[in-house]
């Protein structure tokens, strides 16, 4: 290990850096409430920073907050919490408002008004865009605003081992008091102590092969949430994105939903297009249909990728539109105005995770979550486009309120042990770490994918129950690195992900098993699972 260890000591210790910590921080930092943001590496490198979509919020007359709700809805295959999703689409104005307040600049029509397109799923345009890259936009404003409030401190290259509970005076577990964390740059594993710790570390896409996300999205806050003893609902719901860039040197580059929403078509290489026979919105079904449907031509034809072409539009349309992918696609020398982009598709949304109420509480005192970590009752089987960075903000906003109207009352952490290192040493098999993180992510792509059996997920499980057992004896035998922390993170996810998939005895949503191809009304609740040791 590096230097010697620090101490803090913070009011509320944020655990990620994306729109919903970032949202969070804001509020805290105006209340004048001490505040820490942990980021594993820089603190833009978020799966928000990389959203290109948009903000899903009612803003058209001719729309309507119902309207919103019913898409919702039926987006989600019967496993959306009504008072969730009328919470956060009632809520998306002021949301919104905030954020413009903040700065944030969105795309205008001739008119002067706001722009908003239509994605999957959605009845009307109510998708409010900064071009093509709104995450970006975002953070980067929701960025500034933090960095002008004296009460907030960010740490970048921190990334959290665990949520630390206090020991009560029967051997119990109590509240959440802080985290362990190692801090990358100084090579040393410091104590956060805080009186409030909060969950806002993003999604679990990065435990299949292929992915939209960042390298960060690891699963770490759904790991650390379960490890901590908060129940876990709906992991068996990963969303496929079903149009990431298909090339050797593009590692995770989306090729956004608005491409569709504005006229592009899916076709096979043969130029044959194939969505109007798998549903009436062909191109605009939702996104478990049309990556399934990739999927399926995919695998029916041995082909490595289809295209998505929306060269029939003006040249100058698709530029204004889609600058950041018209400027990336060049790169790759494809030219996006006259020929069409391969694609296939890749994880990019968990839709369950830890659980919470309306208020962002889990089931652990003072241990709130925010953000694509949780389950909240909004997505159910299936997220609608552009519904997840509202409920960042949404949500952000809700664990603000929460947190400070119940500060005053809620007692400083007590001391706590420092990291004890005394029983390890440096590892000299690394190369355990980089296998066992291949192999997680390569079964979980085969056998726990857009296409499931009972078969494959039994496979999945007899690997993940050796593999935890390996890389738990290694965790406690060496050093932590960040690559075993992320390690033993995604080992934990993949196995919820696979326990939750072989509970549902049917197909809904996100959630497609070959063995039980219909969906069932005796299945239609969430999937929760609950940690070992909890009632």
């Known amino acids: 290990m590096g230097g010697k260890q620090k101490e803090y000591l913070h009011d509320v210790l944020v655990i990620g850096s994306g729109a919903a910590g970032l949202q969070l921080a804001i509020e805290l930092g105006?209340?004048?409430?001490?505040?820490?943001?942990?980021?594993?590496?820089?603190?833009?490198?978020?799966?928000?920073?990389?959203?290109?979509?948009?903000?899903?919020?009612?803003?058209?007359?001719?729309?309507?907050?119902?309207?919103?709700?019913?898409?919702?809805?039926?987006?989600?295959?019967?496993?959306?919490?009504?008072?969730?999703?009328?919470?956060?689409?009632?809520?998306?104005?002021?949301?919104?408002?905030?954020?413009?307040?903040?700065?944030?600049?969105?795309?205008?029509?001739?008119n002067g008004r706001f722009h908003l397109t239509r994605e999957g799923g959605h009845s009307a345009r109510r998708v409010l865009h900064a071009a093509d890259a709104t995450g970006k936009e975002m953070e980067c404003t929701l960025l500034r605003q933090v960095r002008g409030l004296e009460a907030v401190e960010i740490f970048e290259h921190h990334i959290a081992i665990d949520v630390i509970r206090e020991r009560l005076p029967d051997g119990s577990r109590g509240r959440a008091v802080g985290a362990y964390v190692l801090d990358k740059t100084r090579d040393t594993v410091d104590l956060f102590r805080a009186r409030v710790v909060v969950l806002a570390t993003g999604g679990s896409s990065k435990v299949y092969l292929y992915t939209s996300n960042p390298d960060i999205a690891t699963g770490d806050g759904v790991a650390m949430g379960w490890r901590a003893g908060c129940r876990v609902a709906n992991m068996e719901f990963e969303q496929f994105h079903p149009t990431c860039l298909y090339h050797p040197e593009a590692k995770n580059f989306l090729i956004s939903e608005a491409v569709r929403g504005e006229g592009g078509i899916l076709k096979l290489p043969n130029g044959e297009r194939f969505m109007p026979k798998y549903h009436p919105m062909a191109e605009l079904a939702p996104r478990d249909i049309v990556a399934r449907a990739i999927d399926n031509e995919m695998k029916r034809r041995g082909l490595d990728y289809v295209l998505l072409d929306i060269s029939h539009k003006p040249a100058d349309f698709i530029r204004e539109h889609f600058p950041t992918i018209y400027k990336r696609l060049k790169e790759y020398g494809i030219d996006m105005t006259k020929e069409p982009i391969p694609v296939v598709p890749a994880a990019h949304y968990t839709c369950g995770g830890v659980m919470v109420d309306m208020r962002a509480h889990t089931d652990v005192e003072n241990l709130y979550a925010i953000g694509e970590v949780t389950y909240t009752g909004l997505h159910g089987a299936n997220r609608m486009a552009s519904n997840s960075l509202l409920e960042c903000l949404v949500y952000g906003d809700a664990a603000a309120k929460d947190i400070i109207a119940r500060i005053g009352d809620i007692p400083p952490p007590p001391p706590l042990p420092h990291w004890d290192e005394s029983q390890v040493t440096d590892s000299d098999e690394m190369v355990v770490v980089s296998h066992n993180w291949d192999e997680i992510r390569r079964f979980m792509w085969d056998y726990v994918g857009i296409v499931r059996t009972v078969k494959r997920l039994q496979r999945a499980k007899h690997r993940i129950d050796l593999l935890r057992r390996e890389i738990d004896e290694y965790y406690g035998n060496f050093r932590v690195t960040s690559d075993l922390l992320e390690l033993r993170n995604i080992a934990v996810v993949a196995d919820l992900m696979i326990r939750s998939a072989m509970q549902r005895k049917e197909s809904r949503g996100l959630h497609y098993i070959l063995d039980y191809p219909e969906p069932r009304e005796e299945e239609r609740h969430p999937t929760i699972l609950t940690p070992p040791g909890k009632p």
């Open 30 to 110: 105006e209340a004048g409430i001490h505040t820490a943001v942990l980021a594993k590496t820089v603190v833009e490198e978020t799966n928000t920073f990389y959203a290109q979509g948009g903000i899903a919020v009612v803003l058209d007359d001719e729309d309507s907050f119902e309207a919103h709700i019913r898409d919702t809805m039926e987006a989600g295959a019967g496993l959306c919490d009504e008072k969730v999703v009328r919470f956060v689409v009632e809520n998306a104005p002021a949301a919104i408002k905030r954020l413009i307040d903040y700065g944030a600049q969105f795309t205008r029509g001739p």
